[in-house]
């Protein structure tokens, strides 16, 4: 079974940065697109960016222009900056392949943005 692990959530200022870390294990992580997701409290998860296997990215609206997902396919890892982040970026943050592995769901990391 796919097992995903994220990291690197806490707490930042409004205009402040996070970088996301999600370390993939039991995959072969090379040729799944991969993606980060977020759930803010009372609301649906979605997906905010994801990168293909030929590193091509997408990006939410909400997000673009602010957030970059890469990925290291020798360590397994998926990673998320997130600079001039909002109040409204609060969430719990995971990591999943795209379209979503249903039973890969990790704990997520939490990132709250607030002063």
């Known amino acids: 079974q796919v097992q995903l692990v994220e990291s690197g959530g806490g707490l930042a200022q409004p205009g402040g940065s996070l970088r996301l870390t999600c370390a993939a294990s039991r995959i072969i992580f090379s040729i799944n697109a991969m993606g980060w997701y977020r759930q803010a409290p009372g609301k649906q998860r979605e997906l905010v960016a994801h990168?293909?296997?030929?590193?091509?990215?997408n990006y939410a609206d909400s997000v673009k222009g602010r957030f970059t997902v890469s990925r290291d396919n020798v360590k397994k890892t998926v990673y998320l900056q997130m600079n001039s982040l909002k109040p409204e970026d609060t969430a719990v943050y995971y990591c999943?392949?795209?379209?979503?592995?249903?039973?890969?769901w990790g704990q997520g990391t939490q990132v709250t943005v607030s002063s």
């Open positions: 999943n392949t795209v379209p979503f592995t249903p039973s890969s």
């Open positions: 990168i293909t296997s030929g590193r091509n990215t």
